[in-house]
C-alpha cells in the first residue's frame, strides 16, 4: 500500500519530514527509501486474541530425511557459539519453498537464532511479502502499542531517529540491556520470529541474544526440579500505561492483558526445556509469597542478565534477516548509537505459536 509523505507528517508529526518553507536555501535531504514503512500510529482498536490451534512448521520437517537441506548450497554456515546461533551466507530466503521454510523452523528451534546475510531481496519485497511470509509459520501478531507501516497492522516496527523514538526508552536505568521475550503476556506468545533492518547506524545498535535452553542448564537439577513446579503471571499492563502516558505512540489499540505461563516450558517439537521469565513481562510466581517470588524472580533475571557463557551478539549490516525462536530465547535491544543521531528503523514479522507447554507433565495453569 503506498503511503505518502503527507499522510506520514499527519499521523507521526514529530518526524517532519517536510523542509520548513523557509529553508529553502538548505540542499534538499533525499527521500527515504523505506517512507512508506515508517511508524502509523492508527486509532483503530481491536477486541481481544482468541484462542487457535497451532500447527508448527518446523514438526513438518521432523520427518524429513535431511532437514538441513534447505542449506545445501550456502556457501557459509558459521556458529555464533556453541549453543546458540548460525550465521548463513548464500541461502536467498526468497527461493525457499514451502518444505525449505518447515526446515528452516526447524533449525531455528534448534539453533535458537539464524543470522541471514544478504537478503536484499527478501527486504525490497516489500509488506504483502512480509505477511505471506510469516503466515507460513503461524497467526500473525497485531501488537497492542506499536507503530507500524500504515495499512498493515501485523507489521511491528522499531524506529529511533534524532528526533524521534517509539520504543520502550530506560532513560532512568544505568543500561539499556532488558532482556525478555517478545509479548509473553499473551495467551499464545510467538514463535519463530523474523526480523530486520531497513535503516542503522554506522556503528552499534547490536541485538544481543540469549539461550533460555542453555540458562536453564547452567542450574542445579534440584533447583530446575523445583522450577518445573512453578507458573508466573506475565503482564502487558506496565506497557500499555507507557503509551497511555504519551510516551511511544500514545495508542493502546487493544486493552492488556495478563496471562500465566510456566517458568520452564517444553519446546513442542525439538522437546527442549527453557526458562521462560523475563524482567520486562514476568511479574509474580503464582502462588507464592510476594518476598518468595521477588527472590527466586530477581536470582532468574540475574542469572539471565550475567551469564554471557550463553549469549551470542548480532552485529547488523544491511540487508541482514535474523530468525529467532521467541519461545527458547530472549533478547535485548543495545540503544548505543544516541549520540550519533542516525536513524535504526526495523520491522518485526511475529507468528504466535502455541500456549506455553509446562515441562512437568500435568502442570495446570488455569
Ligand atoms: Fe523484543
Do not use: C
Request: net charge neutral; glycine share 6%; hydrophobic share 35%.
Amino acid at each position: 500500500m503506498a503511503t505518502t509523505v503527507e499522510t506520514i507528517t499527519a499521523v507521526v508529526p514529530s518526524l517532519n519530514l517536510r523542509s520548513p518553507a523557509n529553508d529553502t536555501q538548505e540542499p534538499k535531504e533525499p527521500a527515504y527509501r523505506y517512507a512508506n514503512l515508517l511508524p502509523h500510529f492508527s486509532p483503530a482498536t481491536y477486541p481481544p486474541l482468541t484462542p487457535f490451534v497451532h500447527a508448527d512448521p518446523g514438526a513438518r520437517a521432523l520427518a524429513h530425511p535431511d532437514p538441513r537441506s534447505f542449506l545445501a548450497n550456502a556457501s557459509s554456515v558459521v556458529d555464533l557459539t556453541p549453543n546458540l546461533g548460525t550465521e548463513v551466507r548464500g541461502v536467498s530466503l526468497t527461493e525457499l519453498d514451502s518444505d525449505g521454510r518447515d526446515q528452516l523452523a526447524l533449525e531455528v528451534a534448534r539453533r535458537g537464532l539464524l543470522v541471514f546475510r544478504d537478503q536484499k531481496d527478501f527486504i525490497d519485497r516489500g509488506p504483502e511479502y512480509y505477511l505471506t511470509w510469516g503466515s507460513h509459520f503461524g497467526r500473525l501478531h497485531i501488537h497492542p502499542t506499536s507503530g507500524h507501516p500504515q495499512g498493515y497492522p501485523e507489521l511491528h516496527l522499531v524506529y529511533k531517529d534524532a528526533n524521534s523514538t517509539f520504543n520502550f526508552e530506560l532513560d532512568d536505568s544505568t543500561t539499556t540491556t532488558m532482556w525478555h521475550s517478545d509479548v509473553s503476556y499473551e495467551l499464545q506468545p510467538p514463535g519463530l520470529t523474523t526480523f530486520f533492518l531497513l535503516a542503522q547506524p554506522t556503528v552499534g545498535g547490536d541485538t544481543l541474544f540469549t539461550s533460555q535452553v542453555s540458562t536453564l542448564k547452567r542450574l542445579s537439577p534440584q533447583y530446575v526440579a523445583f522450577l518445573r513446579t512453578l507458573k508466573a503471571v506475565h503482564s502487558g499492563v506496565q506497557q500499555a500505561e507507557f503509551s497511555r502516558a504519551g510516551k511511544r505512540g500514545g495508542i493502546v489499540r487493544r486493552e492488556p492483558v495478563e496471562h500465566v505461563h510456566p517458568v520452564v516450558r517444553r519446546h513442542p517439537v525439538t522437546g527442549q526445556e527453557a526458562l521462560y521469565v523475563n524482567r520486562q513481562f514476568t511479574r509474580r510466581i503464582v502462588g507464592l509469597k510476594r518476598e518468595e517470588s521477588e527472590n527466586i524472580l530477581n536470582f532468574l533475571y540475574d542469572h539471565i542478565d550475567r551469564t554471557g557463557d550463553n549469549q551470542a551478539r548480532v552485529k547488523w549490516s544491511p540487508n541482514t534477516v535474523v530468525l529467532w525462536d521467541n519461545r527458547v530465547t530472549a533478547h535485548s535491544a543495545i540503544v548505543d548509537y544516541g549520540e550519533s543521531k542516525e536513524r535504526r528503523h526495523g520491522a518485526r514479522i511475529t507468528p504466535q505459536a502455541e500456549r506455553p507447554v509446562p515441562a512437568l507433565d500435568g502442570l495446570q495453569l488455569d
